[in-house]
Structures are given as C-alpha cells and as structure tokens.
C-alpha cells in the first residue's frame, strides 16, 4: 500500500495543479459553463507578455481539432494551463480558415480583477494588426482593463486573446462587440465552451451574442477562478490510504 500511496498522492497533486473557470453569460437565455483547464504548456506561450505567437495559437487549434473541436466562425473559450500558470482564452475564430471577405469586426473589453494581488497577465494574437491597446491596469489595486479590436481578413487569419497567471478567487468580464457597420460576418455562430475532461477536449455549451443574427450587440461573458472539487480526499478514502495514515499515527 505504501507503494499505491505514492502513486496516488502523485496522480492527486497533478489533479489539484489547476483550478476550474466558472463561465456565466449574460446573453439571452445564457448559461453557466464550468471549464476544466487542459495541458497547454510550454508551448503557450513560450514568449515574453503581450506576444500571443502564431505557433502558440494554432497548437491550441490543433489540439482542439485533434479531439473534433470545430473552431471555424465562432468564438471559443477554453481554460488551460500555460507557462505563465492558468490562463483564460478566447479564440477568435480558426488560426487557418476559408474566410472570403474582410467585413467583420469584433472589440473585447477584457476586466480582471486580481484576489490574490500576484499579477495577471495579458497577452494578444492579432494577425489583422489592428489597434490594441491597453488601459486603466493597475496592479498594485489589483484590476486590470484591456481593449482590443480584431477583424478577419482575406488570409483568413484568426485572432485571440488570453489572461494567465489566474488563481483562486480572481475574477472579471470579457465583453464582445461586434462593431455596426463591419457586418456580422465571422462571429454568426456566437459562442462554445470548451472543458478538458476524461483526457479530451469537450464542448460543454454554447451560446449567442445578445440581439440578433444580422444585428449581434454587446455580450458579457463573467468569469472567476473556483475551487477545485474536495476529490483529493474522497479519492484517499476509496483508496483506504487515509486509513493507513491513521493506524501509523497511532
């Protein structure tokens, strides 16, 4: 047993290295999507902040197809641990797609708010090279705003966006703007959630932009960082090894 334990005890700390994201939207008839973090490192980001590089997102999108993730003309979110610690993701659209018009548009206010004042980080793939810009962080208050704007182009290169270094309790908003008069083209299917479960990658929900198709509006998306599920001890019990520990100390 003692053999089994170490096994055990291994197999929980890898568990317990990532903490859950809590997703609740806020379009009509929006839901609430846990995301289980999947192993995204070292190859995300492998770059100083803000550089989201090129090879980072299309291992990301690789990975996701691997496990029949459709990415193509909508926005996914996913959970995953980086190089930089946990991180937060929103894909804007595919790495490599059939896009044949430049006529769409999409502005993300992303907030955070940092419970455990030890930094979040941002970091911006924009292959369009449009305007980003970041404003109003301020680490030592522990919140942080960033705004950026992306598009789609006749390359058909896809964009995305990530917070890391995310822990327990830290909290904030992605809010999507599809800008009038640029068209809705690229962004029709809204939304997925993606989670890491059983060793794959699941779509675990979907969701639209607030309005319409041919009109989408401002949609939030709120998201915090939970705790894990108490399963290290209940996985020690199954196991009979927190009753070994017991009979030792006695």
């Given at each position: ?13 890898g568990?317990?290295?990532a ?17 289980n ?15 989201f590089?090129n ?6 999108h ?5 496990d029949?993730?459709?990415t193509?003309d909508i ?21 490599v797609?059939?896009?044949?018009n ?9 907030v955070?708010?940092?419970a ?18 970041v ?12 705004d ?44 997925q ?12 929900g ?8 041919a ?29 070994v520990?017991?009979?030792r100390?006695?």
């Amino acid at each position: 047993k003692k053999g089994l334990a170490i096994v055990a005890l291994a197999g929980l700390a890898g568990l317990a290295s990532a903490a859950p994201i809590q997703i609740n939207e806020s379009a009509v008839g929006g839901g609430t999507f846990v995301l289980n973090p999947g192993n995204l490192s070292p190859t995300v980001f492998s770059a100083p902040s803000p550089t989201f590089s090129n090879n980072a997102l299309a291992y990301i999108h690789s990975e996701l197809q691997g496990d029949g993730v459709n990415t193509n003309d909508i926005v996914t979110i996913i959970a995953g641990d980086t190089d930089d610690g946990l991180a937060l993701f929103a894909l804007i659209d595919e790495e490599v797609s059939g896009f044949k018009n430049f006529n769409a548009r999409l502005d993300l206010v992303a907030v955070a708010n940092d419970a455990n004042n030890d930094g979040i980080t941002g970091w911006v793939n924009d292959n369009g090279g449009e305007l980003v810009q970041v404003a109003n962080s301020n680490p030592i208050a522990g919140t942080y705003n960033f705004d950026t704007t992306f598009q789609w182009d006749t390359n058909g290169k896809g964009d995305a966006f990530a917070l890391s270094d995310l822990g327990v309790g830290d909290n904030g908003s992605f809010v999507f703007n599809p800008i009038q008069g640029y068209g809705s083209f690229g962004v029709s299917r809204g939304f997925q959630y993606v989670s890491f479960d059983n060793g794959a990658w699941h779509v675990v929900g979907t969701g639209t932009f607030n309005g319409s198709l041919a009109n989408p509006t401002s949609t939030s998306l709120d998201w915090r960082v939970i705790p894990l599920p108490h399963a290290g001890a209940m996985s020690l019990a199954g196991l009979g090894l927190i009753g070994v520990r017991r009979r030792r100390s006695m």
